[in-house]
């Protein structure tokens, strides 16, 4: 699906509310998995974000966002690279994201070879400064990442061929971000900031993170049919579980990591398997963030977020 570009007509107020597709969780969270390989999230580097592994990533959406990494190794040589592309498209991989950049050309570069060999959907996220070094590229999705404000609004509406935008947000915000006038046309992605504790607060975490998933009584609705490749070549279930590597993708190729149980028992990870969810109400309807919760509490189980188990 390719987007046409805008043109603001010169007669008229064409300003409208944000077109929100998803607040505090990943745009492919609300549609149903197979169990099969779906996407891939390639991080491209270290990264320049503004929050980094060792300060924490307070970001509902960090795992598409671009973050600060510490390598545990030399990074994944560009050759390499393009032969895991070409391996994610042959095993029928659809969305491939491309994030957390050192250089924008290079993820322009990576981005580019993608589209040329026929990734049915190329994402490259960019930080809304770095917009100005990334000429738009055919069968290629760019999304501009920005921390909200108005200002930046206006900023991002200079950029009308871009797909979408991934917004950082804090919960007092929100509804100010979700009723204001803009002529940006792309998709918008709300990417909520927790603090680092329950105790603080202060938005309601089931309502603003809804979900009906028709698979999620069998599959994750955000983890399933993802894997995450790290800069140093690690395959992930998600960029942000930086402790649970499910393969070295400098020794085996990605074939192999997707068949690892570890990767499946992660795509297979519903509220049925979390203890205290198991017997929630609200489990099929309340999208939760391993990560998130991993970061907090230390446990991939943790409920620190959760306003009813508390």
């Given amino acids: 699906m390719e987007r046409v570009a805008y043109e603001a007509p010169t007669t008229a107020d064409t300003r409208a509310t944000p077109n929100v597709v998803s607040i505090g969780k990943p745009p492919w969270s609300n549609t149903p998995h197979s169990g099969k390989l779906e996407r891939m999230i390639l991080q491209l580097g270290a990264g320049r974000g503004r929050f980094s592994e060792v300060s924490g990533i307070p970001r509902s959406m960090g795992c598409i966002g671009n973050n600060s990494f510490v390598l545990r190794r030399e990074p994944l040589s560009p050759e390499r690279v393009r032969e895991l592309i070409r391996e994610f498209k042959e095993l029928g991989g659809k969305e491939l994201w491309l994030t957390n950049y050192d250089r924008v050309e290079y993820l322009t570069s990576v981005a580019a070879y993608a589209s040329e060999i026929g990734v049915p959907e190329v994402y490259a996220v960019v930080k809304l400064e770095d917009v100005e070094s990334a000429d738009p590229i055919e069968g290629v999705r760019f999304i501009a990442e920005l921390e909200y404000s108005r200002e930046g609004f206006q900023r991002l509406e200079v950029w009308d061929w871009l797909y979408g935008a991934l917004v950082m ?14 002529t940006f046309p792309g998709e918008v992605y709300v990417d909520l900031l927790f603090p680092g504790s329950a105790r603080k607060l202060d938005f309601n975490v089931i309502e603003v993170r809804r979900i009906l998933n028709p698979s999620v009584e069998k599959y994750h609705d955000c983890l399933a049919g993802t894997v995450a490749v790290t800069a140093d070549g690690y395959a992930l279930p998600c960029p942000l579980l930086r402790n649970y590597v499910v393969g070295d993708l400098k020794e085996i190729g990605l074939k192999k990591a997707l068949r690892k149980r570890k990767l499946r028992d992660f795509w297979r990870m519903t509220k049925d398997k979390i203890g205290a969810c198991s017997t929630c109400p609200f489990r099929y309807v309340c999208h939760d963030c391993r990560a998130l919760e991993y970061q907090a509490t ?13």
């Fill in 169 to 182: 947000v804090r919960s007092s915000k929100l509804d100010e971000l979700t009723g204001l006038k803009t």
């Fill in 298 to 310: 230390g446990e991939i189980d943790g409920l620190e977020y959760c306003p009813i188990f508390l």
